[in-house]
């Protein structure tokens, strides 16, 4: 494997919270059962996470059933994992802002399994053909390929997507289906979170009224009071429960209307639309000059 010119000292800091990142995740899977408080799940990997050395790339997502992303416990949440679900787990940590964003889907029931296979099953089939000058189409035909042979859908609307330094979602997306149009390739040096999201339902989601992660994009124009609260977030994501001292009421209208001035970004909670159960897996590439590194 050759490696690009990022330098090992940048290469190391993706493995060290790659590696930050697996176990955490690992540790809330241990956690997954009937009954357990999602909020207590949440903050079991954020804490490890943080505990380690690294930082938060985003609140940890804990999205049950047919919740396909962004849901991350709001303030005082109550909510319990059900008997017969999938629970998602999708995090990230980063050193000094380099990220690594993964995600694991897990059953609570023997039925459900088979949907959660299949999309470990098109990440592993997706990886396999990533080299520089592979168009990202082709990834999301693999993907769609593996799933419909499975006799499931993906999520046409969710995709896997380029990752930069302090930036999450930057540049190119990997689609979960063949788009021909697209037509941008991975390049040598590049970053990617691929992650399939895979369905018995009809493979499109809709945004919920509920909302629970922010962004800053305009930290210079936040009022004086919010931006020690909100400015330490820079560019990343951050959850409405991480905002401390006030009331959660008083919370949300500010956070609307911060979001309504175009002062924040809202990430409200994904529904598949036919309320389908629905699993994904997630991992974080850099692109080499013959292949891949994952970590």
Request: charged letters at 25%.
């Amino acid at each position: 494997m050759i490696l690009v010119g990022l330098g090992e000292k940048i290469i190391d800091t993706y493995k060290n919270a790659g590696a930050i990142l697996e176990r955490a995740i690992r540790e809330g899977e241990k956690l997954v059962k009937p009954g357990l408080s999602v909020l207590d799940l949440c903050e079991a990997v954020e804490s490890r996470i943080l505990d380690e050395g690294a930082q938060l790339a985003f609140p940890c997502n804990v999205s049950i059933n047919e919740i396909a992303a962004h849901y991350t416990s709001p303030p005082k949440d109550n909510t319990l994992i059900p008997e017969h679900a999938i629970v998602k787990i999708d995090a990230g940590a980063h050193i000094d802002g380099y990220i690594v964003d993964k995600a694991i889907s897990v059953a609570t029931t023997q039925e459900l399994k088979s949907l959660v296979h299949t999309a470990e099953k098109a990440l592993k089939k997706a990886l396999e053909v990533v080299k520089p000058g592979t168009r990202v189409s082709l990834i999301g035909g693999v993907i769609e390929s593996t799933v419909k042979s499975n006799g499931f859908r993906p999520i046409i609307n969710l995709s896997g997507h380029q990752i930069k330094r302090y930036q999450l979602h930057a540049g190119k997306n990997v689609p979960n289906v063949n788009v021909r149009t697209l037509l941008s390739c991975v390049k040598p040096g590049e970053v990617y979170a691929i992650e399939p999201f895979v369905t018995d339902g009809v493979g499109v989601v809709v945004a919920s009224k509920d909302t629970y992660i922010y962004r800053v994009l305009k930290p210079s124009l936040l009022p004086k009071q919010l931006a020690d609260l909100l400015g330490k977030y820079d560019s990343l994501p951050f959850a409405m429960r991480w905002v401390k001292g006030i009331d959660r009421k008083r919370l949300e209208k500010i956070l609307n209307y911060l979001t309504m001035k175009g002062i924040l970004a809202s990430y409200p909670v994904l529904l598949e639309k036919s309320y389908g159960m629905v699993a994904q897996f997630e991992a974080t590439i850099l692109v080499t000059e013959d292949s891949y590194l994952a970590f």
